[in-house]
Nanobody, 116 residues
Framework: QVQLVESGGGLVQSGGSLRLSCAAS????????MGWYRQAPGKQRELVATIAPGDITNYADSVKGRFTISRDNAKNTVYLQMNSLKPEETAIYYC??????????WGQGTQVTVSS
């Protein structure tokens, strides 16, 4: 059974930083594409960043230069360092895993609130 457990969300002022973590179990982490998505109230879920095996990264244009995704295969954990946060980035942030069979798994989400 695949489990993704996010942590690190919270309340931060505009311009501040947060680091999200997602601990994965039940899958071959090193072979999985890991990602972060977010969903703001009344909006669709959107891609934030992904990291593939070999540390190949992909970012939404809106977060390039401010957010950094990384992974630790020894700890089965993926991270999202978020700097210079903006109020419009208030959302629930979800961890995603896609295995070698292209099956997707989701965490329960962690709330990030950026105050102005």
């Amino acid at each position: 059974q695949v489990q993704l457990v996010e942590s690190g969300g919270g309340l931060v002022q505009s311009g501040g930083s947060l680091r999200l973590s997602c601990a994965a179990s039940g899958l071959i982490f090193s072979r999985s594409v890991m990602g972060w998505y977010r969903q703001a109230p009344g909006k669709q879920r959107e891609l934030v960043a992904t990291i593939a095996p070999g540390d190949i990264t992909n970012y939404a244009d809106s977060v390039k230069g401010r957010f950094t995704i990384s992974r630790d295969n020894a700890k089965n954990t993926v991270y999202l360092q978020m700097n210079s946060l903006k109020p419009e980035e208030t959302a629930i942030y979800y961890c995603n895993a896609r295995n070698s069979l292209n099956r997707n798994y989701w965490g329960q989400g962690t709330q990030v609130t950026v105050s102005s």
